[in-house]
């Protein structure tokens, strides 16, 4: 199993809207690296639900659900060269882990996150998760 930190802005599509409607299609990621990411992603990953822009802070745990398919319209070549994956939430997190608290941490300071800051899917090590999990108070 890996796992990954998922970025959606609240506003637009937040931890909410996942619960309420039980899953949804991971689509409409425009970068080559975050979308390798999401080529990686196997069903039984878990990935956090991150907050980006207002709130900044881990959420939830949601777990892939299906693997990769192509998303978006072709290209000129007649191509689709995007992917997304299908997640569900598994669970809240008790209290939200901000940017902040993970900045301040030393045991994160290889967390991709921060070292890829636009990327909307990044991995996660797994001491990694286990460390956000312990902020989180699970």
Do not use: C
């Amino acid at each position: 199993m890996a796992y990954w930190l998922m970025r959606s802005e609240p506003d637009v599509y937040g931890w909410n809207d996942l619960v309420k409607d039980g899953g949804t299609e991971w689509d409409g990621v425009r970068n080559y690296t975050a979308r390798n990411f999401l080529k990686e992603m196997k069903a039984g990953d878990l990935a956090f639900f991150y907050h980006s822009n207002t709130e900044k802070a881990a959420v939830g745990v949601m777990e892939v659900v299906r693997e990769w398919q192509p998303d978006g319209e072709p290209n000129a070549k007649g191509e689709r060269i995007w992917a997304s994956v299908r997640v569900e939430p598994r669970d809240p997190l008790a209290k939200p882990v901000t940017l902040e608290a993970i900045k301040a941490e030393p045991r994160l300071e290889k967390l991709e996150m921060l070292r890829q800051s636009r990327l909307s899917v990044t991995p996660v090590r797994s001491d990694e998760w286990a460390v956000i999990l312990d902020m989180a108070g699970r």
